[in-house]
Structures are given as structure tokens and as C-alpha cells.
């Protein structure tokens, strides 16, 4: 069982230039989510997807774009890269059971995606 | 508003002992979930325990054990006889009822631990 997975692990893109994140779980899960992990500090959501074909923002959603095609796939797009995103990106995966029902939902997150834009 | 706080930046705790993370957490959702990681120095985010709002029990893990006390909104990380892998930052989040399952965190705890 892989889990999710992420691919690259390593990335360094000039200013203007675009990449795709790639995310990948194989747990059946119906969340998704994309983070940013800046230097010293906590995670912060950028998108997130409840199903396939379902997307959301989060707390710093600019200069990035996704889409959710299919269960397991989640990518993440960023068209103009900017020193200012320069970040470890987490992509994480949980299921959670129809509102209303209580349920522990753990966030499993794949490795990760140093990603610096200089 | 929702938030977590994490005063510590940085604890040292001596081998075998054990050692106390704070997180206190705010946030007038009824119904949530508080959740804590792992981040070792190869970066990866490793879950440890979970504990509901309505649990009427501290969640335990092996060694972890989370400290609720909901009406100081407190959801401490206790970690019992100290080893060495556990140096790593330590991250406090919450999970809203209606935040989609969205995470909050916070900014973290490195925890050294010297032998």
C-alpha cells in the first residue's frame, strides 16, 4: 500500500515559469488537500477537494490551480512561479463518512516537495 | 476565529523521561477534532493521536497521550520515557465540524532529546 505519494521531491523553477505538483493516494479516500509548509512555521491549506470533480480554496489559494479528475489523483498548478512561493508542499488524503457523523478523519500526508523559485 | 497556539518553540527533555507539548486551541464549533504530527528532520508528517470533542477519554497511543482539557481548550501532547527518535518538531491541528475537514495548525514544537 503506497499511501499517497508525491511527485517531484525536489524542484527549482525559474520566476514565470509554470510546474504541476503531482499527488497520488490509493486509499479510496474522498479528501484531498494541498499544504505549504514556509520556514518555522505550520502547515497552511491552499486547496482542497471533498470528491472528484469538486475543488475549494483554502487560506492562501493564490497563484495556484487544481483539479480532482478522478478519486486518487490531486494536482497542483502553479502558472507564474513567484520567489514567494518557495515552500515545502504536503499533499494529504482523509475520508470522511456523511456530515453529521463523527468520525477520527486522519490526514495522511505524503512525503512532500521542496520547491524553491529563484 | 479559529486557531491553535503553540508557546513552546523549542523543549529539551532528558532520555526515558517524559515530556509535556502544549497546544491550546479556540474555536466555538461544538463539534472538532484535535490531532497531532510528527515532523522528523526527513520532513514527512507522521500522525500520532487523535481526540474528539465528545471522547470522554484522553486518547492514548503507545507512548503518546493527549491531555484534554476541554474547558481550558487545552489538548496537550505527553510523551512518556523520552527516546532519542523522538527529537522532531511537533505539530498541534484541529479539525471544525464544518471546516470540510480542513486542518488548522500550529506553528510547532522542536523537541530535542539528549541522552
Known amino acids: 500500500n503506497a499511501g499517497v505519494t508525491q511527485t517531484p521531491k525536489f524542484r527549482i523553477l525559474k520566476i514565470g515559469q509554470s510546474m504541476t505538483l503531482q499527488c497520488a493516494q490509493d486509499?479510496?479516500?474522498?479528501?484531498m488537500y494541498w499544504y505549504r509548509q514556509d520556514p518555522g512555521m505550520g502547515l497552511k491549506l491552499i486547496y482542497y477537494?471533498?470528491?472528484?470533480?469538486?475543488?475549494d480554496k483554502g487560506e492562501v489559494p493564490n497563484g495556484y490551480n487544481v483539479s480532482r479528475s478522478t478519486t486518487e489523483d490531486f494536482p497542483l498548478r502553479l502558472e507564474l512561479a513567484a520567489p514567494s512561493q518557495t515552500s515545502v508542499y504536503f499533499c494529504?488524503?482523509?475520508?470522511?463518512?456523511?456530515?453529521?457523523?463523527?468520525?477520527?478523519?486522519?490526514?495522511?500526508f505524503g512525503p512532500g516537495t521542496r520547491l524553491t523559485v529563484l | 476565529a479559529q486557531k491553535i497556539t503553540q508557546t513552546q518553540p523549542g523543549m529539551f527533555v532528558q532520555e526515558k523521561e517524559a515530556v509535556t507539548l502544549d497546544c491550546t486551541y479556540d474555536?466555538?464549533?461544538?463539534?472538532?477534532?484535535l490531532f497531532w504530527y510528527k515532523q522528523p528532520s526527513s520532513g514527512e508528517m507522521i500522525f500520532l493521536i487523535y481526540?474528539?470533542?465528545?471522547?470522554?477519554q484522553n486518547a492514548t497511543e503507545g507512548r503518546y497521550s493527549l491531555n484534554f482539557q476541554k474547558a481550558r481548550k487545552s489538548a496537550n501532547l505527553v510523551i512518556s520515557a523520552s527516546q532519542l527518535g523522538d527529537s522532531a518538531m511537533y505539530f498541534c491541528?484541529?479539525?471544525?465540524?464544518?471546516?470540510?475537514?480542513?486542518?488548522?495548525f500550529g506553528k510547532g514544537t522542536k523537541l530535542s532529546v539528549k541522552p
Open positions: 494529504a488524503s482523509s475520508y470522511l463518512p456523511s456530515q453529521g457523523q463523527e468520525s477520527t478523519d486522519t490526514q495522511y
Open positions: 486509499m479510496n479516500h474522498n479528501y
Open positions: 477537494s471533498v470528491g472528484a470533480g469538486i475543488t
Open positions: 474555536t466555538s464549533d461544538p463539534s472538532y477534532g
Open positions: 481526540q474528539g470533542s465528545y471522547d470522554q
Open positions: 491541528a484541529m479539525r471544525t465540524g464544518g471546516s470540510q475537514g480542513n486542518l488548522i
